[in-house]
């Protein structure tokens, strides 16, 4: 099974345990078939997957919309039902009662892709950094929770008063999103799931929050789960990366072997799309056919094998495991060699 592979390795090579270990994660999702009919179709967002995330690393999760990401994310955090297990530091959030992860959630914290629907319209900056010391009655007493606020606004470069008191309409969609990764911040965290943080923003701005929540990390000595579809983000700020297509981790690696040996047919065909700044460099850009299959139609097999270039008869008549294929090199996909 992969989660005994993956028990004791971790980016660097140390003996190390996870702090994250997810564990054969399911999220079904059912809907009405049509219409007034009490009949129900089942939308398997996320299928059994398995992966770990060690202290102090960050592991991203790419592929294309509708791979189930971001409900992984949530699942990850608790954030709602799901089946399977989700290890935080030893204790299994998924089976813990609602009051048990109410402490523990201050541990594990999220933000979000769009920081302007994220943040309250009706709440200042200060009270919006503030809030979640309140639900976890952390730093007792005005003045220490006013300075506590201006501390993390000074950590995402928000430091000026006169922040404090606007209200988020005020803020460019850049500083929105530093306001929401103070937020984040606001309880002491030692998890964060980072949900596209920035794909609504200018590329400029981009690398900016990006800078920025490499900085935090190393300071603060925190563990991320970043969630992308930009190959980039997840190469500038990862160690270690899994691809997702249809709720299936298609493969697990470093950063450096995903990039320079991809294994896999669809993380080849993901990598071979990103623009080569060197216009006399040429590259052979794979072509996916065909669109990515309903999550209720799911095909036989394997899940890409409509759109595979690699596929066999096989491939349509069974499912392929993710298997170590080197260490720490994940693959569900026999065919790879």
């Not at 430091?159 to 500083?175: I, W």
């Not at 400029?204 to 190393?218: F, G």
């Not at 799309?273 to 990515?292: F, H, M, S, T, W």
């Amino acid at each position: 099974m992969i989660e005994t592979r993956l028990e004791r390795r971790c980016p660097k090579g140390e003996s190390l345990e996870p702090l994250i270990r997810v564990l054969a994660l399911k999220k079904y999702f059912h809907t009405a078939k049509s219409v007034g009919t009490s009949r129900t179709e089942i939308i398997k967002a996320v299928d059994g997957i398995s992966f770990d995330i060690f202290r102090g690393e960050s592991f991203g999760l790419v592929g294309e919309s509708g791979s189930g990401k971001s409900t992984t994310g949530r699942c990850v955090l608790g954030l709602m039902p799901a089946l399977g297990h989700v290890y935080f530091d030893g204790r299994d959030i998924l089976a813990l009662k609602e009051k048990e992860l109410r402490r523990l959630r201050r541990k594990m914290q999220i933000i979000f892709q769009d920081p302007f629907s994220s943040l309250d319209p009706r709440r200042t900056v200060g009270q919006t950094v503030e809030e979640a010391m309140d639900i976890h009655h952390l730093f007792p007493g005005k003045t220490e929770r006013r300075k506590r606020v201006m501390d993390l606004l000074e950590k995402v470069g928000m430091g000026r008063q006169e922040y404090v008191d606007r209200y988020p309409h005020e803020f460019s969609g850049g500083q929105q999103q530093r306001i929401g990764i103070a937020r984040a911040l606001a309880v002491e965290p030692r998890f964060i799931v980072a949900d596209e943080p920035v794909s609504s923003l200018d590329v400029s701005i981009q690398a900016q929050i990006l800078n920025l929540l490499k900085r935090l990390q190393e300071d603060l000595q925190l563990t991320y789960l970043i969630i992308a579809h930009n190959l980039a983000v997840v190469k500038y700020t990862c160690q270690r990366v899994g691809v997702m297509y249809l709720g299936k981790l298609m493969e697990i690696a470093d950063i450096e072997t995903l990039f320079s040996s991809p294994a896999h047919p669809y993380t080849r065909a993901l990598l071979s799309a990103i623009p080569v700044p060197n216009p006399d460099l040429k590259r052979e850009e794979i072509i996916l056919g065909g669109d990515i299959p309903s999550p209720i139609n799911l095909p036989s097999g394997c899940r890409f094998h409509t759109r595979c270039y690699m596929r066999s008869p096989w491939c349509e008549t069974h499912e392929p495991e993710l298997v170590e294929t080197t260490a720490g090199h994940f693959v569900a996909c026999p065919f790879s060699g």
